[in-house]
């Protein structure tokens, strides 16, 4: 399965800054993920990213918020942006390599104070 | 939207014990996927389920794609204390269109405490 690395680990950040977080896989991937986990709830899915177009946002999560991009296949990157304390979270991107394989990275853990 | 409810939301076992959780589902699902999750790390898959009435092991984990397609369980045997952790159901969809992949809906999740 692929192997992912997510940077940072975790950041400690001020209200109203914005943070990007890296996702790099070790092979091609055709659809990367970026999910978020409120703490000590279960996995929210925020959008799908594909190399060349534009990511597909679910209900709630809006680009502006959000921004993403997808450079090539195997690197992507999701901003946290103007963050509040309630993007508290941990985020994570998921990619599927092979044909049901979803694999994660070990996600940011992201505070904002 | 989708929703998958899973059960228990956690449970307090001694070493040794067998442990059930289950998922289900107000929509179909093609794919059922078992994870867990260690403090401070992505969920990591533990079984994958293609097919309705489909059962499966891996090691001591053994997980059932239901009849319906609307549910699956997990049983771990004979638990020991590493099997700590939170463990999450999620289902995949095919989406509109045909597209292969769809996305993942996860369940609540489990937290699994195991005393030795």
């Known amino acids: 399965s692929a192997v992912i690395s997510q940077k940072p680990s975790r950041d400690i950040c001020q209200r109203g800054t914005s943070l990007t977080i890296q996702c790099q896989v070790d092979?091609?991937?055709?659809?990367m993920f970026w999910y978020r986990q409120q703490p000590g709830q279960s996995l929210t899915l925020i959008a799908t990213a594909n190399q060349g177009s534009e990511a597909t946002y679910e209900s709630g999560f809006v680009i502006d918020k959000f921004p993403i991009s997808r450079p090539n296949l195997t690197f992507s990157t999701l901003t946290v942006s103007n963050m509040s304390p309630e993007d508290s979270s941990i985020y994570l991107c998921?990619?599927?390599?092979?044909?049901?394989?979803?694999?994660f990275g070990s996600g940011t853990r992201l505070t904002v104070v | 939207g989708q929703q998958l409810n899973q059960s228990p939301q956690s449970m307090f076992i001694q070493e040794g014990e067998d442990v059930s959780m289950n998922c289900t589902s107000s929509s179909i699902f093609n794919t059922w996927l078992w994870y867990k999750q260690d403090p401070g790390e992505g969920p990591v898959l533990l079984i994958a389920l293609y097919k309705a009435g489909e059962l499966t092991s891996n090691g001591r984990l053994t997980a059932q794609f239901g009849i319906t397609r609307k549910d699956s369980f997990l049983n771990i045997s004979a638990s020991i204390p590493s099997d700590v952790g939170i463990y999450f159901c999620?289902?995949?969809?095919?989406?509109?269109?045909?597209?292969?992949?769809?996305?993942?809906?996860f369940g609540q999740g489990t937290i699994l405490t195991v005393h030795p």
């Open positions: 999620a289902g995949r969809s095919v989406k509109a269109g045909g597209t292969s992949y769809g996305k993942l809906t």
């Open positions: 998921s990619v599927v390599a092979g044909n049901y394989g979803y694999t």
């Open positions: 092979s091609q991937v055709t659809m």
